[in-house]
C-alpha cells in the first residue's frame, strides 16, 4: 500500500509539474511597459496571456547580485554578490578588484533553485547566466564565455547546430551577435535536451541603455532586438511540443536612469592627499568606499559631503536595512556607501575637476532599489498561468519561490513567497 501511495504521488506530481524557461532581459526597466508604442509584440503577446507588472528589485541594483536573488530568495547581505563576480582584495593599487570567474560553489553562499532542482532528478540548463561558473546543479551550461571546446558547444557543432568559427573569440564580439548565438544555444537545448529548468540571458539592452540612456531611438531598438529573441525561444517551446507544459516567467534585473554628469569621489580623496588610503568603486548610481584605516570614516565623510551630484552617504549602521552586509561579516562591502542624485552617476576615475564632470547623456542603474526607476519587470505566461492582467509590484525575492513551486521542488532557505499564478 505504501509503494501505491508513493507511485500515486509521484504520478501527481509529475502530472502538475511545469516545465520553467526563466528569461531575463538584462536592463529593461518597469516603466518602459507603460509606452503603449514599445515595439514588443512577442511580450505583449505572453501579457495578455498571463500575469504581468512591475518588481522590485534588492541593492545594488546591479546584474549579478539580483541575477542571483532571483534564484536563491536572499538578499545580497545573505547570498554574497554585490557586484558583478565576487569582491576581491588585490595587495596592490587599486586594493579591490571584481572577478567573475570563481565558481560558484565559492561565490554563492546559500542553495539555489537550480541546485533543488537538479538535487530532485531534473534536467536544469544555463545560456549566459551568472554567478554559474561550473555550477553542479547544472546539467547543461553555453555559458557567458562559450567557447568551441565546451561541451555543449561541441555538441552544437557536432550536430550542425553552430560552427566552431562562430565562438571564435565569442568574448570579444558584439553584444548583439552574441545574444543572437545565446538565442539560438537556448533554442537547441529547447528542442533537443528539454530542460525542466532553463535560466536564459540577454544583455543588448543593458548595453545599449549604458551608451545612450533609456527612453531613446537606441534602447528602443535593442527592446525589439530582444523581443525578438524571446519569439524565437516560445517558436521552439511550440515546436518541441511542450507548450501545454511550460512556464514563462519574463524578467529583469534592474530598471535604468538617464545621466547627464559624473561624480568623481576618488578625485576628491586624491587631491586631499587620501589617494593611496581610500578608494571608491563605482556601482553606477551608488559607490561603494573602501577604508585602509576604518577610523578615519569620519573625515572622509566630511571630505564628500556636499560635493555636488551626492545624494546621500550611508554608514554601516544603515546597511542592514538596505539589505547589505557590514564589512566586518563580509570583507567585500566597503565602510561607507554613496547614492547619486538623479541627472548623476558614479566614475572611478581620479583625472580632471574633482566635482561632477559634464559628459553626453548616458544610461546608469545601481541607485538605491526604493527608486521606483530601478523596478525591472515581471511577466508570467503558459502552463499554470490565468489571464489576470496587471499585478500589484512583486518582489524578486518571490521569483525562486515561484520557480520552485512550478517544478515542485522545496527550497526553504528562500525568504521570499510563490507569486500566485492562477
Known amino acids: 500500500m505504501k509503494l501505491l501511495l508513493a507511485l500515486l504521488c509521484l504520478t501527481l506530481s509529475a502530472q502538475t509539474r511545469s516545465k520553467v524557461i526563466v528569461i531575463s532581459l538584462d536592463g529593461f526597466p518597469a516603466y518602459a511597459l507603460n509606452d503603449p508604442k514599445l515595439p514588443i509584440p512577442t511580450l505583449r503577446k505572453l501579457m495578455a496571456n498571463g500575469i504581468s507588472g512591475p518588481m522590485t528589485s534588492i541593492n545594488p541594483t546591479v546584474t549579478w547580485p539580483n541575477h542571483t536573488t532571483m534564484v536563491t530568495g536572499v538578499k545580497a547581505d545573505q547570498h554574497g554578490l554585490l557586484a558583478n563576480g565576487t569582491i576581491t582584495k588585490t595587495g596592490s593599487w587599486p586594493p579591490i578588484k571584481v572577478e567573475p570567474m570563481i565558481d560558484k560553489e565559492k561565490m554563492v553562499h546559500v542553495p539555489t533553485v537550480y541546485d533543488a532542482a537538479h538535487k530532485a532528478g531534473l534536467t536544469t540548463a544555463q545560456v549566459d547566466w551568472v554567478a554559474i561558473h561550473n555550477a553542479p546543479g547544472i546539467t547543461w551550461a553555453f555559458r557567458e564565455w562559450a567557447s568551441a571546446d565546451g561541451p555543449l558547444e561541441k555538441e552544437m557543432i557536432a550536430k550542425g547546430a553552430i560552427r566552431a568559427e562562430e565562438l571564435q573569440d565569442f568574448s570579444k564580439a558584439n553584444i548583439l551577435y552574441r545574444d543572437q548565438v545565446w538565442t539560438k544555444a537556448g533554442v537547441y537545448l529547447i528542442k533537443q535536451h528539454k530542460p525542466d529548468l532553463l535560466l536564459f540571458h540577454l544583455l543588448t539592452l543593458d548595453s545599449m541603455h549604458h551608451q545612450y540612456g533609456p527612453n531613446t531611438l537606441g534602447g528602443r531598438g ?125 566614475s572611478g576615475a581620479t583625472g580632471g575637476p574633482v ?68
Open 222 to 346: 535593442a527592446i525589439a532586438f530582444v523581443d525578438s529573441c524571446v519569439e524565437k525561444l516560445v517558436q521552439a517551446v511550440q515546436e518541441a511540443g511542450l507548450a501545454d507544459q511550460t512556464t514563462f516567467l519574463i524578467v529583469s534585473d534592474h530598471g535604468f536612469k538617464a545621466y547627464s554628469k559624473q561624480i568623481k569621489p576618488n578625485a576628491v580623496l586624491e587631491s586631499a592627499g587620501l589617494g593611496r588610503k581610500v578608494y571608491v568603486l563605482p556601482e553606477g548610481g551608488t559607490a561603494f568606499v573602501y577604508l585602509e584605516d576604518p577610523s578615519q570614516v569620519a573625515k572622509v565623510r566630511e571630505l564628500l559631503t556636499g560635493l555636488e551630484g551626492i545624494d546621500k552617504i550611508y554608514g554601516v549602521e544603515d546597511y542592514s536595512a538596505l539589505g547589505l552586509p557590514t564589512p566586518d561579516k563580509d570583507p567585500q562591502f566597503g565602510h561607507l556607501l554613496l547614492s547619486a542624485k538623479t541627472g548623476y552617476s558614479f
Open 355 to 422: 566635482t561632477a564632470a559634464p559628459l553626453q547623456v548616458g544610461g546608469s542603474h545601481g541607485y538605491i532599489a526604493s527608486d521606483p526607476d530601478m523596478n525591472p519587470i515581471f511577466i508570467a505566461s503558459g502552463a499554470g498561468v490565468k489571464k489576470r492582467g496587471t499585478l500589484d509590484p512583486v518582489s524578486n525575492l518571490d521569483i525562486a519561490a515561484t520557480i520552485a513551486q512550478l517544478l515542485r521542488v522545496p527550497l526553504p532557505t528562500s525568504l521570499g513567497k510563490a507569486i500566485p499564478l492562477q
